[in-house]
């Protein structure tokens, strides 16, 4: 049997994904449900809130089957690098014939048509882009109008302002360049929007709730926008504590000022980026104060965040290029799954075309290459929010090693 896969941070679990699982249910009511989700770094270009293991407990409970660890090297990535790991890893387990995913537009005849523009990138939007590059646009913007000025009257350009929008031609960007028999189906995103900050509805967007637990220091209000079951598991662990990237900002300090001169190796590190690094005197206390001295018309804030995540975690570009170069995903790791779902597991390893890692101790038996590189990259990324932790509450997580395989028993 084929199931559905789900593209997923759950930073943290809310009412707007228990609402996209249960449509999901009714759509295809004899598939299961198998999301690939970011690990212990998100898109954004930073840690996750909070532990990748409480995330994964509180997605089993709020309706996912089977949890898979998003590639690491690509969890806080570009949207099309993020988008094409993701689809490709639920693509190679070989039991997925149907994407669903959200988004603010669910006219999939018109995510594909962007989509099919930035696949094949005819000459005039190529020339558009490329001027508005030189302009001193980044490249969302630049992308943008490159879109607004060859197709005047399709408003794409409005389209591609909305982020989850964007991840959705991404993805189908991915299905159709690597020929995937996978189905998109997209299912519109309600009330709040993706980096709206208000409590007032009952699904709320994920940067709202990690903008209150911030500045009032606890989950109470999440009460009323998590499901009562997950909230429950959530309340229950001792490890159920908020991370930001303030609490790694003076690795990042570190890092800056101990590799003057390489910084360039980093992935999406420009020359640019790198001397207005180099040129730093002192560090200012804030991080987000870092970041907005450093950021400009040419260059977004999120993929600043990005670069600075990959300094700290060691992601050059080197180690990126080998992984794209071999389809961004060279193994498949379990992070949790539902009892009753077990049997997605055999099916799985009957069907996977890549090595299934359900045991971290495992890894060095099945894996060789690249693809060990790729698992101790993982390992070493969570030993860094593992100590981060630590070092913030004084509570050890359980290591890779130590944790095992999440399973609901309903």
Known sequence: MKHVGIIAEYNPFHNGHFYQLSKVKE?????????????????????????????CNMALQGGCDVILSFPPMFSSA????????????????????????????????????????FINEPDAYKTSLKTALSNGLSFPKARAFALKECYPDCNYESIINQPNNILAIE???????????ITPVVIKRTTSNYNDLSLESPICSASALRNDVQKNDNFNVWKEHVPEISYSTLTKSPYSKPIYFSDIYALLQYRITSEHGSLTNYHECSEFVANQLEKISYFPTSFDEFINNLSGKHITE??????????????????????????????IRILGFNEDSAFVLKEMKENSSLPIINKTANASNLLSGHAYEAF???????????????????????SEYEQSVIINRK
Do not use: W
């Open 376 to 398: 101790l990259q993982d390992v070493y990324e969570s030993t860094i929010y593992r100590q981060t932790f630590y070092n913030k509450y004084g509570i050890l997580i359980p």
């Open 171 to 181: 993805y189908i960007k991915t299905i159709k360049r690597y020929a995937l028999p």
């Open 302 to 331: 999120s993929r600043l965040r990005r670069i600075m995540l990959n300094i700290i975690l060691m992601r050059t570009k080197e180690k990126i290029k080998l992984q794209i170069d071999n389809e961004y995903v060279p193994f």
């Open 27 to 55: 759509m295809f009511p004899g598939k299961k449900i198998i999301v690939c989700m970011s690990g212990d770094f998100v898109q954004r270009g930073e840690p996750a809130l909070l532990p990748k293991t409480i995330r």
């Open 78 to 117: 570009s949207s099309e690098h993020f988008a094409a790991a993701g689809v490709l890893m639920l693509a190679k387990t070989g039991v997925i014939d149907t994407l669903c995913f959200g988004a603010e537009c669910d006219d999939l005849h018109l995510l594909s048509d962007i989509a099919d523009i």
